[in-house]
């Protein structure tokens, strides 16, 4: 079975701080995809990362996939109360079944 | 565009019931995924339909169903409802994209007593 392990669970930070959540496997990616999800919405996409040390920023976001495709990270600067949420990485599978797998997600609260 | 839409947005029913969950996706997305999130377990993965055929399975028991039609709308069915089946039961439509990038509706709250 695949997993994806996000850490930290929990985050809670005040604005202006920098932070990191990290998404592990052991399994390999075909891509990787980060979303967020605001209470009582559906998680929505940020960013895909395809190609094995890939980074791509989105404004303060900043999204890298590993080199072996098993893993990525998501850093945050100078994070604002609006960055509220709940961030899920999945991986995308591939192949004949190509799901995706979504991690354990990483709920983040910036006070301000 | 429209985005992904579901109904109801809240449920509750009794232990043994049965339920029809809707959802409507993005005008020309084909596929249709369904999701359950739960604190405990996270999202976890039902199934994927596309042009009105069961694409993909999550590990769910059969209690567990969907089907697809014809204008790519998509319903979801549990019957004889458990307790543990209480869950924000997400939709997602995806337009095709090499990554499997999904659209996500704003869910359906099931509460089960």
């Known amino acids: 079975t695949q997993l994806l392990e996000q850490s930290p669970q929990f985050l809670s930070i005040q604005e202006g701080e920098n932070l990191t959540v990290y998404c592990n496997s052991s399994?390999?990616?075909?891509?990787l995809q980060w979303y967020r999800q605001e209470p009582g919405e559906g998680p929505v996409l940020l960013v895909t990362?395809?190609?094995?040390?890939e980074v791509k920023k989105l404004k303060r976001l900043t999204f890298q996939f590993g080199d072996a495709r098993k893993d990525s990270s998501l850093h945050i600067t100078a994070a604002q109360p609006g960055d509220t949420g709940l961030y899920l990485c999945?991986?995308?599978?591939?192949?004949?079944?190509?799901?995706?797998?979504f991690g354990t997600g990483t709920l983040l609260a910036v006070q301000p | 565009k429209a985005g992904v839409t579901q109904t109801p947005r809240y449920l509750i029913k009794t232990r043994g019931q049965q339920v029809t969950l809707s959802c409507s996706p993005i005008?020309?997305?084909?596929?249709v995924s369904w999701y359950q999130q739960t604190p405990g377990q996270g999202l976890q993965f039902l199934f994927e339909y596309f042009s009105e055929t069961q694409r993909n399975k999550g590990n769910f028991p059969g209690r567990f169903s969907g089907r697809q039609f014809s204008n790519s709308r998509s319903e979801m069915n549990v019957s004889t409802l458990e307790l543990g089946d209480s869950a924000l039961y997400l939709c997602?439509?995806?337009?095709?994209?090499?990554?499997?990038?999904?659209?996500f509706g704003p869910g359906t709250r099931l509460t089960v007593l």
């Open positions: 399994s390999v990616f075909s891509s």
């Open positions: 999945a991986g995308q599978t591939g192949g004949a079944t190509n799901k995706l797998i």
């Open positions: 990362v395809v190609t094995g040390g």
């Open positions: 997602a439509s995806s337009g095709g994209s090499s990554y499997n990038e999904q659209f």
């Open positions: 005008s020309g997305h084909r596929s």
